[in-house]
């Protein structure tokens, strides 16, 4: 592979709509490529919401949209989706990651994966979470971090069950609510809510750092990739170690 254009696959489930999101926070040494993994209708999701989003991990298709990078050599696949590499609690990632690596030689990620490891980038041992989905799949949120020495001191949960449509204000005001005093971070998981413009103002008045979805998710592909470009959105990019 020619290191210097690293290539990134990014699985990122049917119901993904921002890829240009995801570009503004890529280094230029970077390429994105996108393919899409099937998902289920809303009504497939009840009753027992985090139980079906758990199941998702274990989806053959995964390992199948991780073989479609093949040809074009990537350094890092990483899945795209906060919710389903979660829902089954601490370790709910692995799943995720075993699915990729039967698919690819590639390092493997997902956004979950990635959230942890900004967290031990930062030294973050204690979050507050601005979450849109429903309170139990919050939870699962909470018991995956907690599996991996991150403590919850706050979180809020808006309660969507369908697609998020969130202004900027909408989403600072979630993240000023769900903040604590004990908190070293605001992490906001969803990875179809616009968070890039948001990033800077929320760390600037709130004073910490804010961690969301598409964010962690480039960061730690990018930081696989070998990349140490410390030029992107939100401080954890001032942080090379994965």
Excluded at 116 to 128: D, E, N, T, Y
Excluded at 229 to 237: A, H, N, S, T, Y
Aim: charged fraction near 20%; include cysteine; glycine fraction near 6%.
């Amino acid at each position: 592979m020619n290191m210097s254009v690293r290539r990134i696959g990014v699985i990122y489930p049917e119901n993904g709509i921002l890829e240009q999101e995801f570009e503004k926070f890529a280094p230029q040494e970077v390429t994105l490529h996108f393919t899409r993994s099937r998902w289920p209708a809303s009504e497939w999701f009840r009753p027992n919401w985090p139980d079906r989003m758990a199941s998702l991990a274990d989806d053959p298709d995964i390992a199948a949209c991780a073989k479609l990078f093949n040809q074009i050599d990537p350094a890092v696949v990483t899945f795209a989706c906060t919710s389903a590499s979660f829902a089954a609690g601490a370790g709910g990632d692995l799943a995720v990651l075993e699915n990729i690596r039967r698919g690819t030689n590639a390092k493997a990620s997902s956004t979950s994966t990635a959230y942890l490891a900004a967290c031990s980038a930062l030294g973050i041992k204690r979050v507050a979470i601005a979450s849109v989905y429903v309170e139990s799949v919050t939870r699962r949120f909470v018991d995956f971090l907690s599996g991996g020495g991150v403590e919850t001191v706050s979180h809020q949960s808006v309660g969507w069950e369908r697609q998020p449509e969130l202004t900027a204000e909408d989403v600072f005001r979630l993240a000023s609510e769900c903040d604590h005093p004990d908190a070293q971070v605001i992490l906001i998981p969803q990875t179809n809510i616009l968070t890039s413009e948001l990033i800077p103002l929320v760390e600037e008045r709130l004073g910490k750092p804010v961690l969301t979805a598409i964010q962690v998710t480039v960061w730690h592909a990018v930081r696989l990739a070998g990349s140490s470009w410390d030029g992107g959105i939100g401080r954890v990019w001032k942080e090379n170690q994965v």
